[in-house]
């Protein structure tokens, strides 16, 4: 487990984690999401005893991270795959590591085969494609066999079949009770991967929940149906209590009701329905609604036909765009 009380970091006047207090448990893929300048990068830092807290403090299973004799053997990390020795073979990376940690040289071949660099091992890490370094510093945060691993944006570089498998690892360590910890802004992987959610803004703690609820509290959820009779259909609604609200393409959205109660609502006045579907919001919607607020960076586009700024980047998509820097990012 993770457990972090009270964490803060400033640096001069800029705060940029402000009294972080959540637990990382067992058992489940837990998601670490926020807005760029929210202080994820700083958070994990100070987890690992790369940053010292201005105050607060973070336990490993009940530990700080300096006072680990070991820390391979406890918590793996995976923050920058590019901070492995160049000139060394991949082979050679990881088994400086595990000396370092008291950890078997058998346990390198066993790593490297799990992340598929086994028909490279002894080639320079210099020359690896970044889906290769980031396979290598998978292995390195497995290597100790660790109850616990964090991953920054771990699938940054790999090819879908390397998607697929980083993201069938993390759920299968998660269901041998490891705590798990993931970081990306990737949303359709994190809803794909992770049980629960810790997402932060501006350095504070905006929620602490399962992805399920962290979607339906912060997206609208309706039905959306569709029938030749209706104008039929909008009457029965209406007798019912029910608002419709027409979306076009001759489809109505209704709040507030399940298909359940729609469908025997229709088939009790023989309303023939070519279509009855929740909707719900993707959890990249979820995600924009809850961090609006707290969006350290804006972009915005100039209106049609405006001429772009000479510092506007991408002309050749007809649009400019300009990035407004509220704070400085963290």
């Known amino acids: 487990m993770i457990e972090l009380d009270g964490l803060t970091k400033r640096y001069g006047a800029k705060t940029a984690v402000d009294h972080l207090s959540f637990r990382v448990r067992p058992g489940v893929v837990t998601g670490f999401l926020g807005p760029n300048g929210a202080g994820k990068s700083t958070t994990m830092r100070m987890m690992l ?16 991270y300096r006072d680990l004799a070991e820390p391979l053997k406890y918590i793996g990390a995976l923050l920058d795959a590019k901070s492995m ?20 040289a058998a346990r390198v071949d066993e790593v490297l085969d799990t992340v598929g660099l086994t028909a490279v091992a002894r080639k320079k890490s210099k020359g690896f494609s970044l889906g290769m370094g980031q396979r290598l510093g998978i292995a390195s ?10 991953f920054d944006e771990p699938v940054n570089g790999l090819d879908p079949e390397g998607i697929h498998w980083i993201r069938n690892l993390m759920k299968a360590l998660a269901a041998e009770g490891r705590t798990i910890f993931v970081s990306s802004h990737l949303m359709s992987e994190m809803a794909l991967t992770a049980d629960h959610l810790i997402v932060i803004g501006q350095g504070r703690l905006l929620a602490d929940t399962s992805m399920a609820e962290f979607i339906r509290q912060n997206s609208r959820s309706y039905v959306r149906l569709r029938s030749p009779q209706q104008e039929r259909l909008r009457d029965v609604l209406h007798q019912s209590g029910l608002v419709a609200v027409e979306a076009g393409n001759g489809t109505l959205e209704i709040d507030g009701a399940s298909t359940e109660q729609l469908g025997e ?8 329905l070519h279509e009855l579907s929740p909707q719900q919001a993707s959890l990249e919607e979820a995600f924009m609604q809850m961090t609006a607020g707290s969006v350290e960076y804006h972009a915005h586009s100039t209106p049609s036909g405006a001429a772009p700024t000479a510092a506007a980047p991408g002309p050749q998509w007809g649009q400019s765009y300009r990035a407004e820097q509220k704070n400085e990012g963290a």
């Not at 945060?141 to 964090?150: Q, R, V």
């Not at 609502?265 to 023939?272: D, E, K």
């Open 85 to 104: 020795h160049g000139g060394r073979s991949a082979y050679n990376n990881l088994l400086c590591l595990a000396q370092s940690n008291r950890i078997p």
């Open 141 to 150: 945060a497995l290597l100790g066999d660790p109850e616990i691993l964090m």
């Open 49 to 64: 005893d790369l940053d010292t807290p201005t105050h607060g403090e973070v336990r490993i299973d009940g530990k700080r």
């Open 265 to 272: 609502l229709a088939a009790q006045h023989q309303i023939v």
